[in-house]
């Protein structure tokens, strides 16, 4: 599936390839910190970006970047650099009727004022490092 989506005001625009219709949730305290909430994304490959100027990118680990845009402040992306991969905000896509919830990661950080309902993985952020190779 390709898939077209922008920042709020449309300063940063994309076109990602092979998206994945299943997303997670991440309750991590940066996350949270990020999004204003947990961020809900989907891994995506052969992404491509239009308005790179707007395009901001925040080292927030030694694994991995944040995307934002530098013009309204959307929250774009978090990019993990090895292996290459790109998790785009659900909210962002042009439509994102499209994405399932199948999982929540860093679970042992979620606060007790919100929970999804649905039977799915849920992992602490032990295990969903060591499921990246990252522990």
Request: charged share 20%.
């Amino acid at each position: 599936m390709s898939v077209t989506g922008k920042c709020l005001c449309g300063a940063v625009r994309f076109a990602a390839d092979a998206v994945d219709a299943e997303h997670h949730a991440c309750h991590c305290s940066m996350c949270r910190g990020w999004t204003g909430g947990p961020m809900m994304a989907a891994t995506v490959s052969g992404v491509s970006f239009q308005g790179e100027e707007n395009l901001g990118r925040y080292k927030s680990s030694d694994w991995a970047e944040r995307g934002f845009c530098k013009q309204c402040g959307t929250s774009l992306f978090y990019h993990l650099k090895d292996p290459e991969m790109y998790m785009i905000a659900t909210g962002v896509f042009d439509d994102s009727e499209q994405f399932r919830m199948v999982g929540e990661i860093y679970v042992d950080e979620k606060p007790t004022g919100y929970a999804f309902a649905g039977d799915h993985p849920r992992l602490t952020g032990d295990e969903f490092l060591a499921s990246i190779g990252q522990s």
